[in-house]
């Protein structure tokens, strides 16, 4: 199986992982997959690839799928859902960094065979570290203002493209332009920072094109009173 080909089963299987988290357990499934999301992507990108001629790490899915639920929140369940689970997401990724190199402090015993794989997936550099961070912060707190924005606008149900697309697009942006430029600015040089750049946000906006539709189905289900069960049903009511 190609890079290309398997890319496009991560795409459907990350989207229709959030659609039954959601059709299940409704904004409390949503809040469940961001914190997970934003752990796995942060795992996902230690690993390189060529894919579409171009060089990419991986993550790109998964961490887009945040965006997806923030999107799904905001037009389901308002502006302050949103940014609940951007909250949400940020602890789990502060946390498990912590958590993750306070166990690597531990010495290991010599039957050990663990210390080295988890070293290089969580030992991550202070910069890198700061710069997944800010872009994290700024790009998802950005997408929940700008949806809020977008849909007082553009209202109707039918312009949940136009809403849905508008703040992911721009977010990703914002997201691509502050992890490359902390990450990276001034160890690599121009050239080489802009095909960084170029890459990595190709392949978001290609998942932030494709997340439009699981936004309506969301939308749809919520209409129907299905999304979360009974359980969030009772809750709502």
Same mark, same amino acid.
């Given at each position: 199986?190609t890079?290309?080909?398997?890319w496009?089963?991560?795409?459907?299987?990350? $989207?229709?992982?959030?659609?039954?988290a959601?059709r299940?357990?409704?904004?409390?499934?949503?809040?469940?997959? #961001?914190a997970m999301?934003?752990i796995l992507?942060? #795992?996902?990108v230690? %690993?390189?690839v060529?894919? $579409?001629?171009?060089v990419?790490?991986?993550?790109?899915i /998964?961490?887009g799928?945040?965006?997806?639920?923030t999107?799904i929140?905001?037009e389901?369940h308002?502006k302050?859902?949103?940014?609940q689970?951007?909250?949400i997401g +940020?602890?789990s990724?502060i946390?498990?960094?912590?958590?993750?190199?306070?166990?690597?402090?531990?010495?290991?015993?010599?039957?050990d $065979?663990?210390q080295?794989?988890m070293?290089?997936?969580?030992?991550?550099?202070?910069? @890198?570290?700061?710069?997944?961070?800010?872009?994290?912060?700024?790009?998802?707190?950005?997408?929940?203002?700008a949806?809020?924005f977008w849909?007082?606008?553009?209202?109707?149900?039918?312009?949940i493209?136009?809403?849905?697309?508008?703040?992911?697009?721009?977010?990703?942006?914002?997201?691509?332009? #502050? +992890?490359?430029s902390i990450? +990276?600015?001034g /160890?690599?040089?121009?050239p080489?920072?802009?095909?960084i750049?170029?890459s990595t946000? #190709?392949? %978001?906006?290609?998942?932030a094109?494709?997340?439009?539709? $699981? @936004?309506?189905?969301?939308r749809r289900w %919520?209409d129907r009173?299905?999304?979360?069960?009974?359980?969030?049903?009772?809750?709502?009511?």
């Open positions: 199986m890079n290309e080909l398997l496009g089963v991560t795409l459907v299987c990350n $989207f229709g992982g959030i659609s039954l959601y299940l357990w409704g904004k409390t499934g949503l809040y469940c997959w #961001v999301a934003a992507a942060n #795992v996902q230690m %690993k390189t060529s894919l $579409f001629g171009m990419a790490t991986l993550g790109n /998964i961490y799928t945040s965006f997806l639920a999107d929140l905001s389901n308002g302050a859902a949103a940014r689970a951007v909250a +940020f602890f990724l946390f498990t960094t912590g958590a993750m190199n306070l166990a690597l402090l531990y010495i290991p015993h010599e039957s $065979f663990a080295g794989p070293q290089a997936l969580f030992s991550v550099m202070p910069r @890198v570290a700061l710069a997944s961070l800010a872009a994290y912060g700024i790009s998802q707190y950005h997408d929940v203002w949806y809020d849909r007082k606008r553009f209202p109707h149900v039918r312009h493209w136009i809403r849905n697309n508008c703040s992911t697009l721009v977010s990703q942006l914002l997201d691509t332009a #502050v +992890f490359v990450a +990276f600015a /160890i690599y040089s121009w080489v920072l802009a095909q750049f170029c946000y #190709v392949l %978001k906006l290609l998942v094109l494709a997340d439009t539709p $699981f @936004v309506y189905l969301a %919520k009173g299905v999304a979360g069960g009974p359980a969030e049903t009772l809750q709502q009511g």
